[in-house]
């Protein structure tokens, strides 16, 4: 089983309506919910496929995690069909799409990935799209070189 190694995390004035947003609009599942004394989101985390995105409550002023700033996350579509109905979804609920749906080439992906970009009401970016990014590990050398 892999697991994650990396998970993106995005905080939200409003969190629960940032969760309602990306599971309504985006299609992504919540597993799981805290909440602080005061009612806001300690803690959340919504599935992606086979990801997990974290989303808490902007705390106040004088904690660091405060003046966190507008995300760009990417998400990463099953194949150009599921791309394309994540696509309807967002455009049906009346979402501020950035970029309509299309095939981008660049040198990182030149075979191309069907992907669309919206932004959620807090201003976040997300990127709904068919690239797969891919990491093969290093086992050369000794354990001090493996992550250089």
């Known amino acids: ?14 969190a629960e309506a940032g969760i309602k947003w990306l599971t309504e609009v985006l299609g ?8 602080t004394p005061a009612g806001t989101v300690a803690f959340a985390e919504l599935v992606w496929r086979t990801g997990i995105v974290f989303v808490s409550s ?9 003046r966190v700033g507008v995300a760009c996350i990417a998400l990463v579509a099953a194949d150009a069909k599921s791309a394309g109905e994540h696509y ?5 609920a009346g979402a501020d799409i950035v970029r309509a749906l299309h095939v981008a080439r660049t040198p990182a992906f030149p075979e191309g ?10 201003g976040n970016l997300w990127t ?7 990491y093969r590990h ?11």
Do not use: C
């Open 138 to 148: 290093r086992h050369e050398g000794p354990p001090s070189a493996r992550f250089a």
């Open 58 to 66: 902007r705390p106040p002023a004088d904690d660091p995690w405060s």
């Open 28 to 35: 992504l599942t919540r597993k799981s919910l805290y909440q």
């Open 113 to 122: 990935s069907t992907q669309f970009d919206v932004r959620d009401p807090e």
């Open 1 to 14: 089983m892999n697991q994650q190694t990396i998970t993106s995390s995005v905080v939200y004035d409003d």
């Open 128 to 134: 709904v799209g068919t690239f797969q990014p891919t």
């Open 88 to 92: 309807e979804r967002v455009r049906v």
